[in-house]
């Protein structure tokens, strides 16, 4: 029987750009067919709280040569589910999407299963396509916020195919806000060259491979693409419970020329305690002569496996029992009067922000933006790349750009309508003369400016 696919869809002018936002009707297979038919700039919403399942096709859909989101309708409070029940034939791989050249990916307020008869089937949330014969590919960005990702028998966002190596680079990574759980490696990036890769806001446990890789040249063959790596206000536990149990972060076979930044976060209980927990090194050769690139500051430690954090940055490390409530079944939230409460790198807590219950009195899946503020860089003074974060309570088009003392706009980091919640971006001052320079935040008629020191 043909399967009807009823959508509404409605044009929207943002800036200059013209995009269709289009409902999709829950059910089995209607994704697969909406997908089947989108444009550049389509943004697809689910039903909060509805069901979307795919049982004949071993993907949701390709994403190629196009921008495309995927995101619940309303405030992202309740995520629509998206299951993928394919059955496997033979050796056939399962993905939800497949992303090839000139693409970009948003996923937003989704929660993604891919559990067949209550056992992890599906094999990848993203991974990349070169074609029937694999040619060199750009993908611009992929993009998970607030999601909850569970049940995968391999990656979540995916480059471990061995065809990828020089052929494949994505320009950026951003995950926001997410839970992952029950999956191998959260980021695996073996093959593939990676400009910009952030981790924030986000819990990942009971993984049983990498916690996350990132590989160098060596593996990927594209020396002009290794990435600048955000890694912050994370909570891991419980990485290595499968059979190839390995490190908890990993960046290596460089040389890994772009700096690292693991900060305000929480890492308990590595299965396999001969591996290092965060092992980030350059080994291009003797002497592993990039090892000092990286900052780790305010992390806490605990029942993890081997130390040693090379020449890199490191500050304020804490090795405690952290107390979560109750790990096992998915719950990390921190106990009262916690000294990790203050450990962080702005005096506050540390570990993904959901499990403050102490400090504030409430938890949530989403945290709750009630302003609209613009947060002090870090490091400050930096060289040369720095992270500049800021908060918006409403949706809109929202720019951030740097500027230096004579006024004159030096960069843009934001120009993009944004929806409402805590963004972090990382600025590279590399090109631009020492000194003083101001950054600003503006949304719907409201501007905040902060200044910064560039030293080189």
């Not at 995968?152 to 995916?158: H, Q, S």
């Not at 990485?239 to 929480?266: C, F, H, Y």
Request: aromatic residues 10%.
């Amino acid at each position: 029987m043909k399967k009807m696919l009823l959508c509404m869809s409605v044009l929207f002018m943002t800036g200059n750009l013209l995009y269709s936002q289009i409902f999709v009707p829950p059910g089995d297979g209607t994704l697969h067919q909406a997908l089947a038919g989108a444009e550049d700039g389509d943004v697809f919403q689910l039903a909060a709280g509805q069901t979307y399942t795919e049982s004949g096709y071993t993907e949701f859909g390709d994403i190629v040569e196009m921008d495309v989101t995927i995101e619940v309708d309303g405030d992202g409070s309740e995520k629509a589910i998206v299951k993928m029940e394919t059955e496997r034939e033979g050796d056939e791989t399962i993905t939800f999407f497949n992303v090839g050249d000139q693409a970009s990916l948003t996923l937003r307020g989704i929660e993604f299963d891919g559990a067949l008869n209550e056992l992890p089937s599906a094999n990848y949330l993203v991974t990349f396509t070169m074609g029937d014969v694999p040619t060199p590919i750009l993908v611009k960005k992929i993009t998970v916020e607030n999601c909850y990702i569970h049940n995968l028998v391999d990656d979540v966002i995916a480059a471990g195919n061995g065809d990828m190596k020089y052929n494949v680079v994505v320009d950026s990574t951003i995950v926001d806000n997410v839970i992952i759980t029950n999956t191998c490696t959260s980021i695996y990036y073996k093959y593939a060259g990676a400009n910009y890769i952030s981790l924030t806001n986000s819990t990942i446990h009971n993984i049983n491979s990498y916690g996350l890789r990132i590989a160098g040249p060596v593996e990927t063959g594209l020396p002009d693409n290794t990435p600048v790596v955000v890694i912050d206000h994370t909570t891991w536990y419980k990485t290595g419970v499968g059979d190839d149990a390995r490190e908890m972060i990993q960046g290596e076979k460089g040389p890994l020329l772009n700096p690292w930044m693991v900060t305000n976060s929480i890492f308990v209980d590595q299965v396999n305690k001969d591996r290092t927990f965060i092992n980030i090194k350059d080994n291009p050769g003797p002497g592993e002569e990039n090892d000092y690139l990286s900052t780790i500051a305010s992390i806490c430690f605990w029942d993890i496996g081997q130390v040693n954090f090379r020449s890199h940055t490191v500050m304020d490390t804490l090795r405690m029992d952290p107390g979560f409530a109750d790990p096992d079944n998915g719950d990390f939230t921190l106990p009262e009067h916690s000294p990790l409460f203050s450990l962080g790198t702005d005096g506050g807590p540390i570990g993904d922000p959901r499990w403050y219950i102490g400090v504030y009195g409430i938890k949530d899946d989403v945290p709750v933006v009630r302003s609209f503020a613009l947060h002090q860089n870090y490091p400050n003074p930096f060289n040369p790349v720095t992270q500049i974060s800021f908060d918006l309570e409403k949706a809109g088009w929202t720019t951030l750009a740097v500027y230096d003392l004579m006024g004159r706009e030096r960069a843009v980091i934001v120009s993009e309508n944004l929806h409402p919640g805590h963004y972090k971006y990382s600025f590279d001052a590399s090109g631009l003369s020492s000194g003083v320079y101001f950054y600003q935040l503006g949304t719907a008629g409201q501007t905040l400016t902060r200044k910064m020191m560039y030293l080189e």
